[in-house]
Nanobody, 117 residues
């Protein structure tokens, strides 16, 4: 059983940057996605970005051009570089690791990102 620990959240002003990290306690095997989701108060959880074990990425339209997802397979870690942050980005950010064919689906505990105007 794999556990994910997300970190790197905090309070920043609009236009600033943060880098989130999520480390897995064990190796993520096979074809898989790692990604970030977020949930703001009063809203449903939404996908932010995903990256496959092969390095293919996908982004929500709202963050394209501002956020970059990456991973280090040797460290079992996924990152989210967030630039040009907006108050609308304020949310709890959750990391995720999911197998391509549904054999596992792991979630981190969430890290708070707050962007002030």
């Amino acid at each position: 059983q794999v556990q994910l620990v997300g970190s790197g959240g905090g309070l920043v002003q609009a236009g600033g940057s943060l880098r989130l990290s999520c480390a897995a306690s064990g190796s993520i095997f096979g074809d898989n996605f790692m990604g970030w989701y977020r949930q703001a108060p009063g809203k449903q959880r939404e996908l932010v970005a995903t990256i496959t074990s092969g390095g293919s990425t996908n982004y929500a339209n709202s963050v394209k051009g501002r956020f970059t997802i990456s991973r280090d397979n040797a460290k079992n870690t996924v990152y989210l570089q967030m630039n040009s942050l907006k108050p609308e980005d304020t949310a709890v950010y959750y990391c995720n690791a999911k197998s391509r064919w549904g054999s596992y689906d792991y979630w981190g505990q969430g890290t708070q990102v707050t962007v002030s105007s």
